[in-house]
């Protein structure tokens, strides 16, 4: 079986080749294609996985090309994971934003804006191509921002494009381990849009154990969440919200640490991946072993602003091991091998949340087959997220539309609907600051 991976000179690559190697048994990938624009990303990749298939009797073939045609043709499945722009663009998304006092996050807000509509014209173009020239392949979508990149391409693609992403799993996880109870056990109510939705409840043995942790202070204050929300707020919302929603919650406080920050996010993962590539491409070295220390400082300080703020203090041991490339084996797995699962996904709504309409991409909990993902019926959102997931959805919208009509005003009205975003004089001054840093924004008139 043949995964393509597009931004296959990406940094986080050898996570998924990784997961791949410990799969066993028949439909398993047995060739992965690498596609990048950036050739020196891509050697440097290879390097590291090819150190970790040394010990791997049976791993899967890799190859790497900067041609894309040739990459998608005879793909089983498509895994996107691409940066328009680089880890420049997004440090070029936040610093915009932040003098404008709004904040810059690359998937929240004005950097989410931005960075949505110089990637969606690049995701409908190799949707296109897919549909062309293989139209059999399943595409698994992880780029930012990831809700509504999927959108875009399944104008294009249908319910054959399916976007991942950590953050659910992380945070089910992290209830389940707290509550102690098994994560592989755990039904997780989850809903909203990616990078916005809730856990509501989490089911173990039928029983709903979500009340007992909004009911004890001190085991809801003992996790992630807990510190970041505050113990109050949480039992306020009778939820227990996605780590992105500090930025909704506490918009100030966060863009306030931002613009205090020595380096923005951005900035800070710009310069340590040049100094990872550069190493790898002039060192004879092992590419692995620093591969390794270098994701290891990444993850640790993963949204270190937001804890700074909330005074949530170090992320926990157990949170540093990322997760996406497991939701993607096993997605990948359901379908192949009809391994029949139960995933939080980005899929299209059909009739899951009556506020939305039917093509509108919802993050759920997802039945997963050989046909693809399903999303499961679901409670209606409370008020307080309706309005939330109605306005960011909204916004998405208006950002597809800019990309389609290549205006310059629809792009601004992207931004002034945004609640992150308070003026329309800002909206305005917005788009003039990110056509003028941004090639990939050319098209807008």
């Known amino acids: 079986m043949k995964l393509t991976i597009l931004g296959g000179g990406g940094f986080r690559v050898p996570l998924v080749y990784g997961a791949l190697l410990g799969d066993r048994g028949e439909g398993r990938v047995t060739e992965v294609v690498l596609h990048d624009l950036d050739a020196g990303r891509l050697s440097a990749v290879t390097r590291v996985l090819a150190e970790q298939a040394a010990p791997v009797a049976d791993a899967p073939t890799v190859t790497a090309t900067t041609d894309l045609d040739d990459a998608l043709r005879g793909a089983d499945f498509v895994f996107s994971a691409i940066r328009v722009g680089g880890l420049e663009g997004r440090a070029d998304d936040e610093r915009v934003a932040l003098a404008e006092g709004v904040l810059g996050q690359e998937t929240v807000g004005a950097g989410g804006i931005a960075y949505g509509l110089r990637t969606v014209p690049v995701a409908v173009d190799i949707a296109r191509r897919v549909a062309r020239l293989a139209p059999d392949a399943w595409v698994i979508n992880f780029t930012n921002p990831a809700g509504l990149v999927t959108e875009a391409m399944s104008r294009h693609l249908g319910d054959r494009v399916i976007g991942i992403c950590d953050s659910p799993v992380g945070l089910g996880r992290r209830i389940a381990r707290v509550l102690g109870a098994n994560p592989k056990e755990a039904w997780i109510d989850y809903v909203g849009l990616n990078h916005l939705g809730w856990v509501r409840g989490l089911r173990v043995a039928g029983r709903d154990e979500l009340p007992r942790?909004?009911?004890?202070?001190?085991?809801?204050?003992?996790?992630?969440?807990?510190?970041?929300?505050?113990?109050?707020?949480?039992?306020?919302?009778?939820?227990?919200?996605?780590?992105?929603?500090?930025?909704?919650?506490?918009?100030?406080?966060?863009?306030?640490?931002?613009?205090?920050?020595?380096?923005?996010?951005?900035?800070?993962?710009?310069?340590?991946?040049?100094g990872f590539y550069e190493q790898v491409g002039r060192s004879d070295g092992s590419a692995l072993a620093l591969w390794d220390r270098t994701r290891a400082e990444r993850e640790a300080t993963y949204m270190a602003e937001n804890r700074e703020t909330a005074g949530a203090g170090e992320r926990d041991a157990d949170d540093l091991s990322g997760g996406y490339e497991k939701v993607a084996l096993a997605l990948m797995r359901a379908i192949a091998r009809d391994e029949r699962t139960t995933l939080i996904l980005n899929v299209r709504n059909r009739t899951t949340l009556a506020v939305l309409d039917s093509e509108a991409v919802i993050e759920v909990p997802c039945l997963v087959d050989a046909n693809g993902a399903h999303p499961v019926a679901v409670d209606p959102l409370p008020g307080h997220a309706t309005g939330l997931v109605c306005a960011v959805k909204a916004v998405e919208r208006e950002v597809l539309a800019a990309a389609e009509s290549r205006s310059r005003t629809t792009a601004a009205k992207a931004f002034a609907l945004h609640p992150l975003v308070d003026s329309v004089n800002v909206a305005r001054r917005l788009v003039e600051g990110y056509t003028a840093v941004h090639p990939g924004l050319a098209y807008l008139r």
């Open 213 to 274: 942790l909004l009911a004890d202070p001190d085991l809801l204050g003992s996790f992630e969440e807990g510190k970041l929300f505050g113990v109050d707020w949480l039992r306020s919302l009778g939820a227990i919200p996605n780590e992105y929603l500090h930025y909704y919650y506490f918009n100030r406080e966060a863009v306030r640490a931002y613009q205090q920050a020595e380096r923005t996010r951005g900035a800070f993962l710009r310069d340590q991946q040049a």
